[in-house]
């Protein structure tokens, strides 16, 4: 199996521009989840899918962002009109089925707001 | 709610010598998870175990020993003869009840020093 794999791995951007980042979960895992991790903390749950169906969104996760899966696969996760606030690392992990199951996590997109 | 602790912030320890970081954790369900990862400085998170709650058996895998004990909620992780690609930030974490999501420590940044 080849890893989870995230693109960008760095990306700088100027405060009110919109960012895009991408996920693509090991092959045949159902299960995609968005962490958030800032400096010295220990990553944050932002949202998961199960295949396509965002099943759960943390209260981190403001109207600002949005997440989708269009067919089950890959996934995006867009932070609209960003702030210095945003600047963190956004892993992606992915897992077969369920949360008992092993998360595998990608590098992650460093993000930062100037 | 369910919480983990990782108390020690950071750690260095001389290259060969033995060193255990702590975990504790809190959840009101029965059934849960634990897991511990590692970041090297690439960012990207490595799984090293899981662990249910019915199991609490300790395990080791090469250098590296896990220490379960449900009566202190602790799941602490000792590392023996360490060596300087041990040197990472190492995070607990815990899955419990029907929630999908990992609820991760602080992180423990060790460092072995040649």
């Known amino acids: 199996d080849t890893g989870v794999s995230q693109d960008p791995r760095h990306k700088i951007t100027k405060r009110g521009q919109n960012v895009t980042f991408r996920c693509d979960p090991i092959?045949?895992?159902?299960?995609l989840y968005w962490y958030r991790q800032t400096l010295g903390q220990g990553p944050e749950f932002l949202t998961y899918?199960?295949?396509?169906?965002?099943?759960?969104k943390s209260r981190l996760l403001s109207d600002r962002f949005s997440a989708e899966r269009p067919k089950g696969s890959f996934s995006t996760l867009e932070i609209q009109r960003t702030e210095q606030g945003d600047s963190a690392m956004y892993l992606c992990a992915s897992s077969r089925t369920s949360g008992r199951d092993i998360q595998y996590f990608g590098a992650g997109t460093r993000l930062s707001v100037l | 709610a369910q919480k983990v602790t990782q108390a020690q912030t950071e750690i260095s320890v001389v290259e060969k010598e033995d060193v255990t970081l702590d975990c504790v954790y809190e959840?009101?369900?029965?059934?849960?998870?634990l897991f511990w990862y590692k970041q090297p400085p690439s960012g990207e998170l490595v799984f090293l175990i899981r662990r249910n709650s019915f199991d609490e058996q300790n395990e080791i895998s090469g250098r590296y020993s896990w220490n379960f004990q449900k009566s202190t909620s602790s799941f602490n992780f000792t590392i023996t003869a360490s060596q300087v690609v041990d040197s990472a930030v190492y995070f607990c974490?815990?899955?419990?009840?029907?929630?999908?999501?990992?609820?991760f420590g602080t992180g423990t940044r060790l460092t072995i020093i040649p």
């Open positions: 092959s045949e895992h159902n299960r």
């Open positions: 899918f199960q295949n396509e169906a965002q099943l759960e």
């Open positions: 974490a815990l899955s419990s009840g029907g929630n999908e999501k990992l609820t």
């Open positions: 959840t009101r369900d029965t059934t849960y998870y």
